[in-house]
């Protein structure tokens, strides 16, 4: 119990940043489907998940590879790496700013060389604040890192919230307010959805800020042969977590080139990716979850060795885990009736809806892949991880591949969730071998189960039964609690003790 109270108030603090940042981020999703139509947020949705794939890039591997090493010599490999990280963002980041305009004429946007610009810039503050941020995880500067986490959102929020809910609206005459003149020229109709790189520029560059302490402890620092044992062990982390990417990102990459002209009546293949790539953005609940876990899982179990972080105490973590995930995997599902008109301004985006449940279930898996992953870095077995992605990676392309001609974007979400199966099979039979761990994968998978089936049954009752639509949905959630409270807790002694 112990164990699980230390690990989910640490989890619960990241996830405080985490849930309300994103959040707040998740409400961008209201302001962007209000400003804009699908086919004006394409470049966007397509440029985010190049910079997706370029931040790995960015920072190869040296963020796990910190964990690893920096309990050895804290201070040594925190400016070794920073040094690393300084040096390769600022080349990266000056070939993207030098070839920016040809660039973009290959992807398609002509005279958009300022967005790849911004990106840039953004690629790069990304990178360098990445080891700060492991610093204060590492040294559980919880406050810190939640503090310069949020104020960042809140000011990309912000500056969202200003270039297009008024300037917008004021250049092009919806809205009408007396003030200065010049408010109505910083608006550029060229630039739209532009704004939205912009407001996360600025956002990012507030981060050196609130992480100047950490910057200020920062010496320049080499040393050739200590950065090749960093490289060999960070190299493999670098291609897993880009082949981990590509399998999140390759949808949105090939949707728009493999989907059939016509094939959804009326729109576009851009409007289709900008459905798709919106509706998508409400699985970010799953990843809401995965991310603070990581947070706070990452830097225990990669540390020292202790009783705490044993591989008994990661199976238990594991099973909580998938039991908090199953719960947001139908408590989001079965609620997706309110939530989408909630956030989804544009009746255009809702046809994208039956993806959500099943983006959440492929989330919900990957997360299972990450908790279970611990095993090859602790062994130093990290090319295991590159092979295992790998794997996930193809069975994602040739799904959407073969597929997005005949289903189109259902096609991306359901290659997505096989693949993340089989890279959670994978680490778990590779696990067994070289790390055997005591995990509970019936009792997962039933969770899983009896949530797939309490889904269908609130969607079949809501269309027999005469009671309100909210009471039938949540009626699936409410069974799950029952069965929790049954199978996870004693009621012996008359109050709930939870079964270890």
């Known amino acids: 119990m112990s164990i699980l109270k230390k690990l989910a108030g640490e989890t619960l603090s990241y996830g405080f940043s985490t849930i309300l940042g994103r959040s707040l981020n998740f409400l961008l999703v209201f302001v962007h489907t209000w400003a804009f139509l699908p086919a004006e947020l394409g470049v966007n949705v397509k440029l985010y998940g190049y910079v997706a794939i370029a931040n790995i890039i960015y920072t190869y591997g040296m963020e796990t590879a910190y964990f690893r090493f920096a309990k050895e010599a804290p201070e040594k490999y925190y400016q070794l790496i920073m040094t690393a990280i300084i040096v390769t963002a600022g080349c990266f980041t000056l070939f993207l700013f030098v070839f920016a305009d040809p660039i973009m004429v290959q992807l398609g946007y002509p005279g958009k060389g300022i967005f790849l610009n911004w990106l840039a810039f ?11 941020f492991a610093r204060l995880r590492l040294e559980n500067k919880i406050r810190t890192f939640v503090k310069a986490k949020i104020v960042s959102i809140l000011i990309n929020v912000g500056l969202n919230l200003f270039f297009l809910m008024l300037l917008k609206p004021m250049q092009e005459g919806e809205i009408r307010i007396e003030g200065p003149g010049f408010l109505r020229e910083l608006y550029r109709p060229e630039i739209g959805a532009g704004y939205i790189f912009l407001a996360n520029l600025i956002a990012n560059a507030s981060l050196f800020y609130w992480l100047s302490a950490e910057f200020k402890a920062f010496r320049w620092r080499w040393d050739w042969s200590e950065f090749k044992a960093l490289w060999v062990y960070a190299y493999p ?13 390759f949808d949105r990459l090939l949707l728009e080139s493999y989907l059939p002209a016509g094939f959804y009546p009326g729109k576009s293949s851009q409007d289709a990716l900008g459905i798709y790539g919106n509706c998508y953005k409400l699985s970010v609940f799953m990843s809401l979850a995965i991310q ?12 020292k060795k202790t009783t705490e972080n044993s591989k008994e105490n990661l199976a238990l973590i594991t099973h909580w885990f998938v039991i908090v995930c199953t719960f947001l995997w139908v408590g989001v599902s079965c609620n997706l009736f309110w939530i989408k008109t909630l956030f989804l301004r544009r009746a255009i985006y809702w046809e994208g809806m039956n993806i959500v449940p099943v983006l959440l279930l492929a989330n919900l898996f990957l997360g299972i892949y990450y908790t279970q992953s611990v095993w090859f870095k602790q062994t130093n077995k990290t090319y295991f991880g590159t092979i295992i992605t790998l794997i996930g990676l193809a069975v994602t392309l040739v799904g959407n591949i073969l597929f997005i001609p005949f289903y189109g974007y259902m096609a991306c979400a359901y290659a997505f969730l096989a693949s993340s199966m089989v890279m959670a099979g994978l680490c778990y039979v590779g696990g067994q071998k070289y790390s055997p761990t005591p995990y509970r994968w019936k009792s997962d998978l039933f969770y899983i189960l009896l949530g797939g ?3 269908y049954g609130a969607n079949a009752l809501t269309h027999v ?9 949540n009626f699936a959630v409410l069974c799950l609690l029952g069965y929790l409270l049954i199978r996870e807790f004693s009621w012996k002694s008359g109050k709930p003790k939870l079964i270890d």
């Open 292 to 303: 603070a876990f990581k947070y706070s899982a990452e830097p225990f179990f990669l540390g």
């Open 237 to 249: 982390i670098m291609f897993m977590s880009l082949a981990a990417m590509f399998n999140l990102m």
């Open 465 to 473: 039964s005469p009671l309100p639509e909210f009471m039938n949905q």
């Open 453 to 455: 089936i309490l889904i």
């Open 122 to 132: 953004i690629l790069a503050i990304d990178a360098i604040t990445a080891i700060p």
